[in-house]
């Protein structure tokens, strides 16, 4: 369903926020009980707010490559990191230049990559090489890095100046001043912004009055948390933080990033456009942070695809969506809100429609989850990758190699939102798990997945090739 057009003198401003591995289960709007998010709380209830929003491919690559294109990830074979976007993809920004709007993107790009992690280099050479204006996605304004991974030694370069300059202090507080600027200037068009910050990613922290309070703060654990396990410890500390501090600092970096939330939206009050800004606030994935004894992303679990997706300052607000979304809808989703249909058919939904309540469900029963490819050796899913489904109760995931995925995990949502017990061998749920199993081999199909699929519970398998048959073909 596609938006409506929206008069030129009435098309409004869209920003969209994203914060690096925020989980949409650590936001005061989606329930925890820990942390204070007052002003993203607030843009959840002045328009609509996802509670089933997925990252299709929990990496930050790929992730941004499907925002950057609307294209699953599996399109390009896109491995986890490491991987360079080719100027010849058409990118959010080239939609929106095209339609008379001025473009910004500020912070973290990671879509320029291939010489961070390889042996002999690390990620201090990405943070110091300026993206080159051809690999920038033709945004208007491109203040920003490949990637960084610590808030307090970011580096950035500004369209086509190949200087690196260093951010004085803390680098979530400094892009969004760097925003809220471009944003409160004087123009006669709309603009779109995309602004992303690392923070709450890893190594945690954030500014110390952040940290202080935090500091040795009980907390409420998620039930699937492990605590008898040794964990590596990523918090910016003294070296003897464990787990909890690490959810600490954690926590401490979301509330900076509520902050500037509110110092955003007051900024644009002040300016008097708020009212025809559209905030949408998303991430590019989630973080275990000891869910199931893991930490970081990548695997298929709540914690690690549940991203927050709200689409704030539309009005009429309020508006919960239970209906699960993913990284290819916010393509099309963003340029709906402007009135604007893709050029190219996109396999993701303009949510528009949903957001603004003109409709109340989705045309759809769930969405693709998958891993690609990871290239690096001795990380997860080097040897055997993963495809799921995740509908509106349920989840189903496969996992192999060259034989094929086979039945991997299959979650009752509703009954086991921690996601504890896994259905995959239960003789109770055959036939959800065939529906299951023949819903992701329809997507992968229709999508042109060259994942190979084997069969399961009565479903014929997709892609497999009979190395038995090929050699009696041959040879005879």
């Not at 963003?334 to 528009?352: M, Y």
């Not at 509106?392 to 995990?409: E, H, N």
């Amino acid at each position: 369903m596609s938006s409506a057009p929206v008069p030129a003198t009435e098309r409004p401003n869209v920003i969209l926020i994203i914060a690096d591995q925020l989980r949409r289960q650590a936001l005061g709007c989606y329930g925890d009980p820990n942390v204070s998010t007052p002003h993203i709380d607030a843009l959840a209830d002045s328009g609509a707010r996802f509670d089933a929003a997925c990252s299709t491919y929990p990496v930050c690559v790929p992730y941004r490559f499907s925002l950057m294109t609307g294209e699953y990830a599996h399109t390009r074979f896109i491995p986890a990191i490491e991987w360079r976007m080719s100027p010849a993809e058409r990118t959010l920004a080239d939609e929106f230049n095209e339609h008379d709007y001025d473009t910004a993107l500020f912070g973290k790009w990671h879509l320029y990559g291939n010489f961070g992690h390889y042996p002999g280099h690390t990620v201090v050479k990405a943070s110091r090489t300026p993206v080159p204006r051809p690999f920038q996605g033709r945004f208007g304004t491109f203040t920003g890095f490949d990637i960084c991974n610590d808030p307090y030694d970011t580096w950035y370069s500004t369209n086509d100046e190949p200087t690196m300059h260093k951010i004085d202090g803390y680098q979530t507080d400094a892009l969004f001043s760097m925003a809220s600027d471009y944003a409160a200037a004087a123009r006669d068009k709309p603009y779109a912004m995309v602004l992303s910050v690392e923070p709450p990613h890893p190594m945690f922290t954030a500014p110390q009055e952040y940290l202080d309070r935090w500091k040795g703060r009980e907390l409420v654990l998620r039930d699937n948390v492990e605590l008898d396990k040794q964990y590596k410890i990523r918090a910016r500390g003294d070296g003897n933080a464990d787990l909890l501090d690490d959810l600490r600092s954690y926590y401490a970096a979301i509330e900076n990033l509520d902050d500037n939330v509110g110092r955003l939206v007051d900024r644009l009050r002040a300016a008097g456009t708020l009212d025809n800004t559209i905030i949408a606030l998303t991430a590019d994935h989630g973080e275990l942070l000891g869910c199931h004894g893991l930490l970081a992303k990548q695997r298929p679990w709540e914690e690690s695809i549940g991203i927050p997706l709200i689409v704030g300052n539309l009005g009429a607000g309020g508006r919960v969506v239970a209906d699960p979304v993913s990284t290819e809808d916010l393509f099309p989703t963003l340029l709906g809100l402007a009135g604007i249909t893709p050029r190219d058919p996109k396999p993701g939904l303009d949510l528009t429609p949903i957001a603004r309540g003109a409709t109340d469900t989705l045309d759809r029963e769930g969405v693709l989850l998958e891993f690609v490819a990871e290239m690096r050796p001795n990380i997860p899913f080097h040897e055997q990758t993963w495809r799921g489904i995740r509908s509106g109760r349920y989840k189903y995931t496969v996992l192999g190699g060259a034989d094929g995925g086979k039945p991997w995990q299959f979650f009752d949502l509703a009954n086991d939102p921690y996601e504890m017990t896994n259905l995959v061998d239960d003789p109770a749920q055959t036939e959800q798990l065939r529906h299951h199993h023949q819903l992701l081999r329809d997507r992968l199909a229709e999508t042109y997945d060259h994942y190979v699929l084997a069969p399961a519970f009565g479903v014929p398998g997709l892609n497999e090739w009979d190395a038995t048959a090929e050699h009696r073909l041959r040879f005879g």
